[in-house]
């Protein structure tokens, strides 16, 4: 099982970092320490995850087998239609409330609400979909390569 997690994992991590800005800054390699106040923060377009979503990648590339951070700022009635990611995935909500569930099925009574604070783990290739009402900032990490797919290609925000 974990081997065939991994080979799809593989097959779309390139397809959906493709798809994803990187930050005009330059991403953080490791060297020394960082920090940044969010005034810092270099917001960019996240097409792949909802329209007038923003992306700032802290620490990257996203698309490399290293470690990773970055920050999603989602809008008020947010969907995030059912998907899958090639890596886990920590995410805390930094500000607003996330409502976040497990499932191929995109159901909202099945949905917790995380406050700022709230944490999530999900592991890799595990289908998740969730919302917002309100704006909601997020800080997602792990260790790439990172990328989303939508269980159903017509949910893509990309491809509409």
Known sequence: MRKRSILIAISFAGAT????PVAAQT???????LLLSPSQLTWKDAPAVEPG?????IEGPLDQAVPFTFRLSLPANAKIAPHVHPAFERVTVLSGTFHFAQGDTYDL????????????????????????????????????????????????????
């Open 109 to 160: 009574s099945r949905t917790q609400a995380l406050g700022p604070g709230g944490v999530a783990v999900m592991p890799a290739c595990t289908p998740m979909f969730g919302y917002t009402i309100e704006a909601t900032v997020i800080q997602l990490h792990g260790i790439g390569p990172w990328g989303i797919k939508y269980l159903n290609p017509a949910d893509d925000p990309r491809k509409k």
């Open 53 to 57: 979503a923003k992306i700032d990648v």
């Open 27 to 33: 991403v953080y390699s490791g060297d020394g320490h």
């Open 17 to 20: 970092i493709a798809a994803l």
